[in-house]
């Protein structure tokens, strides 16, 4: 079974701080994504990797930025918390190649608190 | 405008009974793929089932079925003979081929669904 694994479940932070949100992934998958889940508008996905040191934006980045310095392991970084990043946030990691069944893998998810 | 619309934002079952989600999606790409994901108050998001845009019959897992209407880009979830476990947040999500390889996912915001006893 995939393993996705977040390293908190529950985080506190301070408004301005930098947050470190991390994953791990036991699968050799080489996708790798991060979401953040709020009430009534799913899950929107903020940044994904495709490979070590690649990423792309996803639909909400402003604000984070992402580091894949090895194949598992994919870091959210929130650069200067704001409250407004309260949120829940989900890892995900996946097969590579374009259409398929192949699911999306996720880890329990970080509830975060700014604040 | 919203790619994937999940219109019933809680709903109940009694216990042993059906139940439908409604999803319906927005796309113009031809090749595309919609997902269901369950997400129990634990919060782990649980993969149910899939179905392909060109796939001609429509998927089923257990007691999971999705009722793939392609002209009306609708995929509504059926879930027969309720169990309590089945209590929880439902995603619909899709999958598209123009997106590339990245296999990203775009969500619904998700229907609760509450077994009643």
């Known amino acids: 079974d995939v393993k996705v694994t977040q390293s908190s479940r529950y985080l506190v932070k301070r408004t301005g701080e930098k947050v470190f949100l991390e994953c791990v992934q036991d699968?050799?998958?080489?996708?790798m994504f991060w979401y953040r889940q709020d009430p009534g508008l799913g899950l929107r996905l903020i940044y994904f990797s495709y490979d070590v040191k690649m990423k792309e934006k996803g639909d909400i980045p402003e604000g984070y930025s992402v580091s894949r310095e090895k194949k598992e392991r994919f870091s959210l970084i929130l650069e200067s918390a704001s409250t407004n990043q309260t949120s829940m946030y989900l890892c995900?990691?996946?097969?590579?190649?374009?259409?398929?069944?192949?699911?999306?893998?996720f880890g329990d998810g970080t509830r975060l608190s700014i604040l | 405008a919203q790619k994937i619309t999940q219109t019933q934002p809680g709903m109940f079952v009694q216990e042993k009974e059906a139940v439908t989600l409604d999803c319906t999606y927005d796309t113009s790409d031809p090749s595309y793929g919609l997902f269901w994901y369950k997400q129990p108050s634990s919060g782990e998001m649980i993969f149910l089932i899939y179905?392909?845009?060109?796939?001609?019959q429509n998927a089923t897992e257990g007691r999971y079925s999705l009722n793939f209407q392609k002209a009306r880009k609708s995929a509504n979830l059926v879930i027969s003979a309720s169990q309590l476990g089945d209590s929880a947040m439902y995603f619909c999500?899709?999958?598209?081929?123009?997106?590339?390889?990245?296999?990203?996912?775009?969500f619904g915001g998700g229907t609760r669904l509450m077994v009643k006893p």
């Open positions: 999500a899709m999958r598209e081929a123009k997106r590339g390889a990245g296999n990203m996912l775009t």
């Open positions: 699968m050799d998958h080489e996708n």
């Open positions: 179905q392909g845009s060109y796939d001609q």
């Open positions: 995900a990691s996946s097969l590579p190649g374009g259409l398929s069944e192949q699911p999306q893998h």
